[in-house]
């Protein structure tokens, strides 16, 4: 079941938001560090009703955040579409030992839905540079691969922004 998250569950996933870090940093994806995803970012998706997880069991296995808001690094890319009516994906992650499964098939499958039940124009969102993984799975789905943005606190390396009009 995909829910909106409770303040009280942002330990446990800011738990999981670590293993993913850990797990990519092993796979030598340097995406995800110790200063993100924050304790504040989560605290402020979940204030703006904008952090979703998905859960089986009682149990968290990913998490995902959906928000009307763009981000300051946005501005300068050469987006598609227009930007007043689009919907942003940021931190998405499932547990390791259940990626591979479906899982964020499930978050994104949530977010398109709600983007087109809402009647946004499109989704944005951004992947690492150096996660190929990622980048396969977004334009698997019909998003369009934009320019880079740059995350210094993150890494050294560009993040490439992508684009689905609905």
């Known amino acids: 079941m995909i829910r909106p998250a409770k303040i009280e569950e942002i330990p446990q996933i800011l738990r999981l938001t670590k293993a993913c870090a850990q797990y990519m940093i092993g796979s030598g994806i340097y995406q995800w560090n110790e200063h993100y995803p924050s304790k504040e970012a989560f605290l402020r998706d979940v204030a703006r009703e904008e952090l979703f997880v998905l859960e089986h069991h009682s149990m968290i296995q990913g998490c995902i955040a959906i928000s009307s808001m763009m981000d300051e690094e946005y501005v300068p890319v050469e987006w598609l579409t227009p930007n007043d009516n689009n919907l942003y994906i940021h ?25 087109v039940d809402e009647k946004y124009t499109s989704i944005r969102l951004d992947t690492f540079s150096k996660n190929e993984r990622n980048q396969r799975f977004y334009e698997a789905r019909g998003y369009q691969k934009l320019g880079p943005i740059y995350f210094p606190n993150q890494s050294i390396h560009p993040f490439y922004c992508y684009e689905l009009v609905l």
Do not use: F, N
């Open 91 to 115: 931190r998405l992650a499932v547990l390791p030992e259940l990626q591979g499964k479906g899982k964020a098939r499930l978050l994104m499958d949530a977010a398109e839905q709600k983007a």
